[in-house]
Each structure stands twice: as structure tokens, then as C-alpha cells.
């Protein structure tokens, strides 16, 4: 580890020893920007400070230049529609796709030695047009579709459709498809460098059941089935162990009953019955009362009035 950290300091130095040593070194860096139509944008240099000498050309053709904080333009000011600061940055304004290109700038000393050259390609686009998700069911599986439209041929961007863990991405397409059997949230996405637009739906598919959805009616079948044996079960064995009890008691009341007649039975008659036996036996059963009808209450007779009974006279 030291000794990577102790070669790192070596080149550092000794690159900063070459740049003190040769002031005149050309370096040349390129980078790369992007910015959406009609939007403003900043092309900088790695100077700190102002500079003396700074000239900006596009595709190798001088586009301006400052020098002494003096500004000169190479090509029509309103067609450039550009300015440039006094750090060297230039600025366009409301960029259009024609100002796409190669930006390169030169910064001079006072002196006239080259101080620093940069490379800077600078690139304009539309933004991305909103994509359209449709679906259609067809049997086991879905169809999904994400289209964009009104796109021209220099138009550069990246489609991509997902459903959790599918996902399909395609680039320069104007139409992505993805079939799987499974229903869900669907997401589209169309982006560029500048731009991202997103369209998302959930389909579902009637008639197309999903596997959990599956597993979990067969699972709720089974606990319901297996609920209904035991409940059967356990009615038949309550009703077999109720006729047990009723058996155990209907035999220990007919033996209750048995002893009772035992100890209740009446001694046998003898072979040979005694004239009181035998009037006993002859006397007839009493017959049993016929109710009466009951008769209407008899008229009572009027009493009539009786005459006092006056004492007999003696003769």
C-alpha cells in the first residue's frame, strides 16, 4: 500500500515538474454535454480566472473569440445566438438540434504561448415523446405492448419495459413487446440523455388466475374438507357414545326392575285351594260404572201454601 501511494506522488510530481518546465504543453481534454431543445447552455474551460486570449470554434470554424476583454464574432451574432464571459465560457442560448457539434477552445497567454486547449462535444435533443401501454390477452399468456410515436430518424433514446422481475430493453425502438403468463403492474419507460417519461398500468387478464391465487383455493379445499371429516367423525362418535349411556341405563333399570319384582312377587297359591280361596277366586270383577248421562234438572214442584192447623175442639 505505501508503495502504490509512493509511485502515485512520484507521477504527480513529476508531471507538475514537466508543466513548470514547458509552459507551451498542449493539453487537450474531451468531454461530453447534452441539453434539451430551447433550454440555455454554459460551455466552461478549466481556467481559473479571467483569460487573456480565448477563441471557441465549432466543427474546426471559428465561432468568437475574446481577446483584451475585446469580443469578436466570426459568423453572424443573431444566427450564433452565443456570447462569451470574460473566464472564457460560452454561453448559447435557446439551442436548437443544428447547434449540435465539436466545440473546441484554445486559451493563449499574453505572451502568445498556448495555455490550454479543450474538446467539448456538445450534443441537443428532443425531448422523449410519452409512450402508449396496451395489452391483450390471448389464452395462458399476456401481450404487452409500449409504442411511441412522432419520431425522427436522428432521434436517439432508450426504451424499456418491466413487470417486477421480466424486463426487456431495447434501444432506437419505437415499439417494445413482452409476453409472459403472468398479470400484473406493467411499467414502460422512454428516456434519453435529456429527457424520461413513464407510463405504467396494471392489467388483468379475466379468466387467468395466478398461481398464488391457485394455491390458495386448493389449500382453503383441502382445510374444508379435512374440517368436514372431523366434524362427522365427531358427531358420530358423540351419538355412538350417547346410545352407550342410554344402553347402560336402560339395562341397569331393567335390572333394578328385575330385583323389584323378586323382592314383590307374591307367594305361589297351593295345589289344593281352601273353600275361602275359592269363593275369593269365583267372586266376580267389579265391573267398572257407567257414567250416568247427566239428566236436565227436574222442574221443582211449586209450593203451595199450607193452612194453619187449628187446634181440634173437644167435644
Not at 430551447?38 to 479571467?50: K, Q, R
Not at 473566464?87 to 484554445?106: A, P
Request: charge should be positive; charged fraction near 25%; include cysteine.
Amino acid at each position: 500500500m505505501f508503495l502504490t501511494l509512493n509511485m502515485n506522488f512520484r507521477r504527480i510530481f513529476l508531471v507538475k515538474c514537466l508543466l513548470l518546465l514547458f509552459p507551451s504543453v498542449k493539453c487537450s481534454v474531451a468531454k461530453w454535454i447534452y441539453m434539451a431543445v430551447n433550454e440555455s447552455a454554459l460551455l466552461s474551460i478549466a481556467v481559473a480566472g479571467n483569460v487573456y486570449d480565448a477563441t471557441w470554434l465549432k466543427d474546426r470554424k471559428k465561432l468568437i473569440q475574446i481577446k483584451d476583454k475585446k469580443v469578436k464574432y466570426y459568423v453572424n451574432k443573431e444566427q450564433c445566438r452565443c456570447k462569451i464571459f470574460l473566464n472564457g465560457t460560452l454561453q448559447i442560448e435557446q439551442v436548437v438540434k443544428e447547434d449540435s457539434g465539436k466545440y473546441t477552445v484554445t486559451v493563449y497567454h499574453q505572451d502568445g504561448k498556448l495555455n490550454r486547449e479543450e474538446d467539448t462535444m456538445f450534443i441537443v435533443q428532443e425531448p422523449v415523446p410519452q409512450p402508449i401501454l396496451s395489452a391483450e390477452c390471448m389464452n395462458k399468456t399476456v401481450s404487452v405492448k409500449c409504442e411511441v410515436k412522432h419520431k425522427t430518424k436522428d432521434e436517439t433514446f432508450m426504451m424499456e419495459l418491466t413487470q417486477d422481475n421480466h424486463k426487456k430493453i431495447q434501444k432506437n425502438a419505437t415499439r417494445l413487446e413482452l409476453h409472459t403468463r403472468y398479470s400484473g403492474t406493467f411499467r414502460c419507460v422512454v428516456k434519453n440523455q435529456v429527457s424520461e417519461k413513464t407510463a405504467e398500468k396494471v392489467i388483468k387478464c379475466s379468466g387467468q388466475m395466478d398461481l398464488y391465487l391457485i394455491l390458495s383455493i386448493a389449500g382453503g379445499a383441502i382445510f374444508f374438507v379435512i374440517f368436514m371429516v372431523l366434524l362427522i367423525y365427531c358427531i358420530r362418535k358423540k351419538k355412538a357414545e350417547r346410545l352407550e349411556d342410554n344402553d347402560e341405563e336402560r339395562t341397569m333399570q331393567a335390572r333394578q326392575a328385575g330385583r323389584e319384582m323378586v323382592v314383590r312377587e307374591l307367594p305361589q297359591v297351593p295345589c289344593n285351594p281352601t273353600p275361602k280361596q275359592l269363593r275369593v277366586q269365583q267372586r266376580p270383577l267389579p265391573q267398572p260404572q257407567v257414567q250416568q248421562q247427566a239428566l236436565p234438572p227436574r222442574p221443582r214442584p211449586r209450593t203451595q201454601q199450607r193452612t194453619p192447623n187449628h187446634p181440634r175442639e173437644r167435644p
